[in-house]
């Protein structure tokens, strides 16, 4: 069964550029329109090549104490895709108590935007498609947050993709942080068809079916 997604990550919506902003306030604002104006981009790259979903493997937001005004401006900018959305949260803006995305789910949000804060399958697609989330609830994760990966069911024939942020283990440079380790074989391990992660800041294939988006920046 064949399904197009569009996987992006690391926007971090919000950033304040502090030490641009010492300078030039108005750059920084600039450079946070352009954030958000990027994002309006990848909607429209999604409607215009009709793909099934879009997956956001974490760090949407820069932090969990992100203004309202940016959460309501980064839920305008998705509208030109009409597809489902799948945001994850990552270490900038895990799914605490209180969150980032706490207060989006209070926004009524429109159906297709999804917010994966729990460990278990989501349906999109018309069942073709099966996300298998790893939300991080803090910022940092002692244990493997995908390992609940490979006991999760999916209906059969579905396209399994999982969805994580973190490092994978022994496969990034030693500068990388060492935090929210991912099993190398966790693609195997689930019997995933891809997995999409973020954290990583460039596009990188890391391991087999298993690829950093990178920042669209």
Do not use: C
């Amino acid at each position: 069964m064949a399904v197009k997604i569009l996987h992006s990550a690391d926007w971090q919506i919000g950033k304040a550029f502090g030490d641009i902003a010492e300078l030039d306030s108005d750059k920084a604002a600039e450079l946070r329109s352009q954030r958000l104006r990027t994002v309006q981009r990848i909607a429209e790259l999604a409607a215009e090549h009709e793909v099934d979903a879009v997956i956001v493997a974490g760090d949407v937001f820069e932090t969990n104490s992100v203004r309202d005004e940016s959460l309501r401006r980064t839920v305008h900018a998705l509208s030109p895709y009409r597809g489902d959305w799948l945001l994850l949260p990552g270490n900038h803006d895990a799914a605490l108590a209180e969150s980032a995305w706490t207060r989006l789910s209070r926004l009524r949000l429109p159906d297709n935007i999804k917010l994966l804060t729990r460990a278990e399958p989501v349906l999109v697609a018309d069942h073709k498609l099966a996300i298998l989330p790893a939300p991080l609830l803090r910022r940092h994760e002692a244990l493997d947050t995908t390992e609940p990966m490979d006991a999760m069911v999916t209906p059969p024939g579905a396209v399994r993709v999982g969805v994580a942020h973190g490092s994978v283990k022994g496969r990034l440079p030693e500068r990388s942080e060492a935090l929210n380790e991912i099993a190398e074989d966790r693609a195997d391990r689930a019997k995933l068809d891809y997995l999409a992660l973020g954290d990583w800041h460039g596009t990188l294939n890391i391991a087999p079916r298993t690829w950093y988006a990178g920042t669209p920046e």
